[in-house]
């Protein structure tokens, strides 16, 4: 099951129902099948392996680090 975000709106039964109805009036939309999900891709970058940790240094720390480091 997938993780909700905090704030997550479900539309009521009634809503939901509307959506349908709206999907089977449209001739260009429809739902996918299962073999038509499981092929989609997610856009965007992929994750990284490994990801970068951000801090925040003051500019003298950062050019003391940069005069006395090996490059």
Do not use: C, H, W
Not at 5 to 15: H, L
Not at 56 to 61: F, S
């Amino acid at each position: 099951m997938p993780k909700l975000r905090a704030g997550t709106i479900f539309p009521t039964m009634e809503e939901d129902a509307q959506i349908n109805a709206g999907i089977t009036a449209n001739p260009d939309a429809y739902e996918l099948s299962d073999t038509e999900f499981r092929q989609l891709r997610p856009l965007g970058r992929p994750k990284a392996a490994v990801t970068k940790e951000r801090i925040r240094l003051l500019p003298q720390v950062i050019s003391y680090l940069r005069d006395t480091g090996k490059g």
